[in-house]
């Protein structure tokens, strides 16, 4: 089997050594004006146009070695790599040939719709996608496929295997431990319920445009309590942000003129009140 050089200098008429020399400079990250201009002792005759196509054909060539490797090794890895496959494919002199001789070997890609259907999940993804008013909950559903020989041992994993990962991130599924539960139970009810119920109780107090202000106050509070308590950083650009609601917020709760005005007489007669 021909080398690279070999190959090279066969195609293009040179000398086998003249070629070896422009590869080594090439690989040295010599530029094709500069190896023309300034190493003439080493290429010989060689312009740069033959120098151009020298080099095109060294990347071409060396890319095809690397495929035959490729391809070899993953025929290989299925114990079906025989010597005269192997020869073929050293002696095969372009990409195409090597495809077409790969193809046969070519396995499959598998999909995650093609691993569903292995594990027998196909069923549960239509079922669930299907978004049937009366159909049963994710992980009610997921119950029925569980299956450990397939690798389907939790809720979970049928979820996840069945293209819903969605479903299965959620902590309803799996992760449960004593301790995130209390957690989960602090959040949901103190200050997911708490919070909101306190801000209804405002909005019965105040006008729905009120409650609404002060509700958004919550990215402005937020992480500056996280800066107090865990000592995380605020970048400039959230301080700014946090200072654009509030001058936002403020403006908004200024009284407008016709308010003024319609607290006027109730203004002056408190005064005249007071000095008599």
């Known amino acids: 089997m021909q080398t690279i050089p070999q190959i090279l200098a066969k195609e293009l008429g040179k000398p086998q050594q003249a070629v070896e020399n422009v590869i080594a400079l090439l690989d040295q990250g010599n530029t094709i004006p500069f190896i023309a201009r300034y190493r003439k002792e080493q290429h010989g005759s060689m312009d ?42 050293d002696n095969a002199a372009t990409l195409a040939e090597v495809e077409d ?31 049937a008013k009366n159909g049963p909950a994710p992980e009610d559903a997921a119950q029925a496929y569980l299956d450990p020989e397939k690798g389907v041992e939790t809720v979970a994993d049928a979820l996840q295997a069945a293209g819903l990962p969605m479903f299965a991130a959620m902590p309803f599924f799996s992760g449960y431990t004593t301790g995130n539960l209390l957690n989960v139970l602090y959040i949901c009810v103190f200050v997911t319920a708490g919070g909101y119920a306190c801000y209804f109780m405002g909005m019965e107090a105040t006008s729905a445009m009120q409650g609404s202000l002060v509700f958004f106050f919550k ?8 800066m107090l308590i865990l000592g995380e950083e605020i970048p400039w650009n959230m301080w700014a942000g946090i200072g654009l609601m509030l001058v936002a917020s403020v403006v908004s709760m200024i009284p407008t003129w016709e308010t003024l005005l319609s607290v006027r007489p109730f203004i002056i007669d408190r005064i005249l009140h007071r000095q008599h």
């Open 219 to 226: 990215p402005v509070l937020a992480p500056i309590l996280a």
């Open 48 to 89: 740069d146009t033959a120098l151009r196509k020298l080099e095109d054909r060294l990347r071409y060539l060396r890319n095809l070695e690397m495929r035959r490797q490729e391809v070899k090794s993953a025929i290989d890895g299925q114990g079906k790599l025989t010597e005269e496959l192997s020869a073929s494919i």
């Open 101 to 131: 001789l790969y193809r046969p070997y070519k396995q499959k890609r598998r999909t995650r719709a093609t691993i569903a259907r292995e594990k027998g999940l196909e069923p549960l993804a239509l079922l669930l996608l299907a978004q």
